[in-house]
């Protein structure tokens, strides 16, 4: 058996967290292609919410990084956009909250992450299962959402930012501003 020692490999049986997000990325693909039913999927999309929002009982400590974080949101989008007839489903519940307060984030691509998730779930017309408002809050929600993706596509307007990250960034939060303005929600 071939060993890794002296490589710079961990010697404890730890993973690397640069390998995270090609790790959540297989995890992905295998629960798209692998998973026999709608239980299978969301059963994956808990584990990786819980990692996304360990919540306040956790003893998770947050230090991960924007690209981390950014691989995680992806995947939990992917098998968001899989699902099809949600059933009583709490585990999401302030999900909205949480995306929308990664509006603010200076991270681009993070940002975008969090755009495309929640474009996703107000696509998916159950917001009461994302959310852990009133169904009457619901238009409120989506009115503060709306004004922070208009003031951060002017913030980003104005600001010195690489144009591969202002290219990213730039166009998912536009496309979930035209998304949820154009009245589909």
Known sequence: MASNSGRGYPTNGSIYVCNLPEILGCLTVVTFFGASNSDETKSVMKLLWDLINPGTDSNIERKDSPAILTAMISAWSFLLSTIDGWRSHKNWQGAITYFS??????????????????????????????????????????????KQLRSRLSETGNERISSQDRRTGFN???????????GFV
């Not at 991270?107 to 998916?124: K, N, R």
């Not at 939060?173 to 035209?178: E, F, G, V």
């Open 101 to 146: 307060n990664i509006l603010d984030s200076n991270d681009e691509a993070l940002c975008a992450a969090a755009c495309e998730a929640l474009a996703l779930v107000f696509e998916s017309n159950c917001l009461e299962k994302f959310s852990s408002k009133t169904k009457d809050s619901n238009k409120e929600l989506k009115d503060n959402i709306i």
């Open 172 to 182: 998912s939060a536009s496309a979930t501003l035209d998304f949820l303005e154009a």
